[in-house]
């Protein structure tokens, strides 16, 4: 059997979905974990001590858009087919879950801080300190919605056969 991530592939509107969630992502990603700066030179640096997080986070943006791809075809097959489909919801809810990590959100907690408290900036820094085990557990929550979604037969379109049409004279 064909599987559906190949299969989705293998349409040209799905790789160039693909490929901006891919760059945009990957983008946010890099920005927010300061790898990428864009002022006053565009640059790209990765210290020594963060390779680690450099290569999760090239990892989750691969998985993500994996993810959000297949599972954007198979809800609009099933959508097609006037059904439901659970794999497709499930893999867009993991990815965004996984995507949605706390630790990248640690500039508006501090901000946050200076109104609410020194509780919130607490919170922030320690969602930044626990940062790669929290982005482990989103590449194992995404890896997951991959397997699931490879091996869900729920929205895999069968192969046309040939039919072949004989008329007697």
Do not use: H, W
Not at 24 to 30: H, I, N, Q, S, T
Not at 47 to 75: E, F, K, N, W
Not at 131 to 141: E, G, R, S
């Amino acid at each position: 059997m064909v599987s559906p991530i190949l299969d989705t592939f293998r349409d040209a509107k799905y790789v160039m979905l693909a490929i901006s969630i891919l760059v945009g992502y990957g983008l946010m990603l890099l920005f927010l974990d300061q790898f990428l700066f864009f002022t006053p030179f565009f640059t790209f640096y990765v210290p020594t001590s963060a390779v680690v997080g450099l290569v999760l986070d090239l990892i989750l943006t691969a998985l993500i858009t994996i993810v959000l791809t297949v599972s954007a075809r198979q809800i609009l097959l099933q959508r097609a087919a006037g059904g439901a489909c659970k794999t497709g919801a499930l893999g867009i809810i993991a990815a965004v879950a996984a995507a949605a990590c706390p630790c990248y959100y640690l500039i508006p907690l501090l901000a946050v801080a200076g109104t609410v408290g020194g509780a919130v900036g607490a919170v922030g820094i320690l969602l930044n300190i626990f940062q790669v085990p929290i982005k482990v557990v989103a590449t194992l929550i995404l890896i997951f919605a991959t397997y699931k979604l490879d091996r869900s037969g729920l929205c895999r379109i069968r192969p046309i056969r040939e039919v072949s049409f004989e008329t007697g004279s």
